[in-house]
């Protein structure tokens, strides 16, 4: 994409233009900086890209992007992304419209889907967003088919950094680990872990995205920009202590 291009796409970018700590939250890899931030979105799109199947609900697909990764999958036929902000999704519609991709403007506490409408649900980076975390996965149940894949993320203010500060230093763990305006309420592994467990949820797999440690970020940051990619990785093995954890879970029993 040439820079001219870019330039007209970041003065259309929801969320200030891409700029500040809310950019994060609408952020479109095809112009944003490389990063690990930008890398573990895109990731956890293609891991999920993987097991998708049949009608897919994309729950807060921000400007679009991961919409069009799950829609390309050969075993979709349909992926229905939704977000509030109407701002998103025009620039969605716009930038990354697919023939199998639908657009809609809808809250995650309130889907206007039928019951078991859906074969899998991608919820990345959003039950930290809402008001009511137990409604949106109440929602979520009712509207995923018995059996159906539900992948689901969250930052997690336990990981490896702020664990070391709890045992080294005595510092009490953070509720975000970034002060962050637009989380509600973040999750550490263990807490979602269970809410999932109790909600008729079975977790299948779990992985970790990115290590936390600034002494590890500035090496690899010295060596080379996109070894960024390790530090990720990384993750993978312990997501228990990751920045971001994914569950891949499937819909069982009933909704408690």
């Known amino acids: 994409m040439n820079n001219k291009i870019s330039d007209l796409r970041k003065k259309e ?13 609408r952020l479109d890899p095809a112009i944003a900086s490389p990063s690990y931030s930008v890398y573990m ?18 729950l807060g697909c921000g400007v679009g992007y991961g919409s069009k990764i799950l829609a390309m999958s050969g075993k979709v036929n349909e992926v ?27 809250s995650a506490e309130k889907l206007a889907f039928d019951d ?4 899998m649900v991608a919820a990345f980076e959003i039950i930290e967003h809402v008001t009511d975390y137990q409604k949106t996965l ?6 995923l088919k018995n059996n159906g894949y539900l992948f689901i993320s969250s930052p997690n203010p336990r990981d490896l950094l702020n664990c ?21 309420k973040e999750f550490y592994y263990e807490e979602l872990f269970d809410i ?3 909600n008729g949820f079975k977790i299948e797999d779990s992985y970790g995205q990115t290590i936390r ?3 590890l970020n500035c090496l690899l940051k010295s060596r080379h920009k996109c070894l960024y990619k390790i530090q990720v990785d990384l993750g993978k093995l312990f997501p228990k202590y990751s920045l971001v954890y994914v569950f891949q879970c499937r819909k069982i029993g009933e909704y408690k």
């Open 116 to 119: 078991k409408y859906f074969d």
């Open 164 to 184: 070391l500060r709890y045992r080294i230093l005595s510092k009490p763990f953070p509720t975000k680990y970034q002060e962050n305006p637009h989380h509600t």
């Open 213 to 215: 440690l600034p002494i």
């Open 41 to 58: 979105h895109v990731q956890r799109y293609q891991y999920a890209s993987k097991f998708a199947f049949g009608r897919v609900l994309d």
């Open 138 to 143: 109440k929602e979520v149940f009712r509207v």
């Open 80 to 106: 229905i992304g939704i977000d509030i902000s109407s701002s998103a999704l025009n620039y969605a519609k716009k930038y990354y419209a697919h023939k199998k991709v639908k657009y809609l403007l809808s």
């Open 13 to 25: 970018m929801p969320w200030g233009n891409n700029k500040g700590k809310s950019a994060i939250e």
């Open 196 to 198: 999932m467990r109790n």
